[in-house]
């Protein structure tokens, strides 16, 4: 699941949880709290998605910052209705300082 958070549209910031089962088919598999805990693993999925975006989106769509977290986004946790419809004031409350720092590495 992902959150997609642009900021005054000039930086497209990506809130990344990794799919459980996707970690699980890799060679060796790997826990979502060791794949978060990696620091080549942000880069990694940033790369990834930059490589598919260039293909699809527009220059200014790009994505330039990725952060992976282990926390789903869920109804539980208010991150989510119960319709699985993102609640966005409730993640930028949660991952405040975790965007705040996205934000500060584009300059």
Not at 3 to 16: E, G, H, M, T, Y
Not at 35 to 49: E, H, K, R
Not at 76 to 90: F, G, I, Q, V
Request: glycine share 2%; net charge negative.
């Amino acid at each position: 699941m992902l959150c997609v958070w642009r900021v005054f549209k000039v930086v497209s910031c990506r809130i990344i949880v990794p799919e459980e089962l996707v970690l699980s088919r890799m060679d060796p598999p790997v826990s979502i709290e060791d794949f978060v805990a990696d620091p080549n693993s942000a880069g990694m999925v940033l790369q990834t998605i930059q490589t598919i975006g260039q293909k699809e989106l527009k220059s200014f769509e790009q994505v330039r910052h990725v952060t992976l977290v282990t926390e789903a986004f869920c109804v539980e946790n208010n991150l989510t209705t119960p319709t699985m419809k993102k609640r966005r004031d409730a993640i930028a409350e949660t991952y405040k300082d975790v965007l705040q720092s996205m934000l500060a590495n584009q300059e």
